[in-house]
């Protein structure tokens, strides 16, 4: 296998490349599908299920990746919410940590950057089998 070639994902611990933009058979490129997989845990959902689209590692990742964020974000808001005032201004504060991370990998997955979340990022990883 050639270390170049766009078809091979990257070994497990390296941060791969930035991703060319391709046309699948579905009509939209991955960096496409892999931003769109960031609108709702649905669409990720629907990119996972889809043929051409499960096939590609980078899709899977950002896929994964937003399935498992959109989790833990979930879980977070649900925890804090019975704490008073404490944790309902840290709740507050993590609204506007997690907008900003969910932009940020969304207009990374646009241009094609694979952009690990620190703990998520490793988790969707493992699990897209990159």
């Given at each position: ?27 939209l490129s991955e960096n496409s599908a892999a931003a769109l997989s ?93």
């Amino acid at each position: 296998m050639d270390s170049n070639d766009p078809n091979v994902p990257p070994p497990y611990n390296a941060v791969p490349p930035t991703q060319a933009p391709s046309v699948t058979a579905g009509g939209l490129s991955e960096n496409s599908a892999a931003a769109l997989s960031y609108l709702t845990f649905i669409p990720a959902i629907i990119f996972l299920v889809i043929e051409p689209y499960n096939k590609s590692a980078f899709v899977r990742f950002n896929a994964i990746q937003c399935i498992a964020f959109s989790v833990v974000a979930f879980g977070a808001h649900i925890v804090l919410i019975f704490i008073p005032i404490i944790g309902w201004l840290i709740s507050l504060v993590l609204t506007v940590v997690f907008f900003v991370l969910w932009v940020m990998c969304l207009m990374k997955a646009s241009k094609g950057e694979w952009y690990k979340l620190p703990i998520v990022g490793d988790f969707a990883m493992g699990q897209a089998k990159v």
